[in-house]
């Protein structure tokens, strides 16, 4: 069983920083590819950032420049550095993972940015 538990979510004011950690546990997987995704009130859900455990990172354009994603393969971790945020960050931000065998997401993490 895999459990995915995110942290650092929060409200900040624009152009404020924040950064998300998802701690991976139980049978994740040497090969495998992590990454957050958001979903904002009446939107669907969209990739933000995805990092395999190489280190090949993917990201959408609304965040490149301002979101990095890096990872701690002995720790099971990825982490979300987020920069300049905007309004239209605003929203909930979740974990995924992909292993050769399946996909796992986390109960994700809040992520409020105010005008």
């Known amino acids: 069983q895999v459990q995915l538990v995110e942290s650092g979510g929060g409200l900040v004011q624009a152009g404020g920083s924040l950064r998300l950690s998802c701690a991976a546990s139980?049978?994740?997987?040497?090969?495998?590819?992590m990454g957050w995704y958001r979903q904002a009130p009446g939107k669907q859900r969209e990739l933000a950032a995805t990092?395999?455990?190489?280190?090949?990172?993917k990201y959408a354009d609304s965040v490149k420049g301002r979101f990095t994603i890096s990872r701690d393969n002995a720790k099971n971790t990825v982490y979300l550095q987020m920069n300049s945020l905007t309004p239209e960050d605003t929203a909930v931000y979740y974990c995924?993972?992909?292993?050769?065998?399946?996909?796992?997401w986390g109960q994700g993490t809040q992520v409020t940015v105010s005008s």
């Open positions: 995924k993972l992909n292993t050769p065998f399946s996909n796992h």
């Open positions: 139980g049978r994740i997987f040497t090969s495998n590819v």
């Open positions: 990092i395999s455990s190489a280190g090949s990172t």
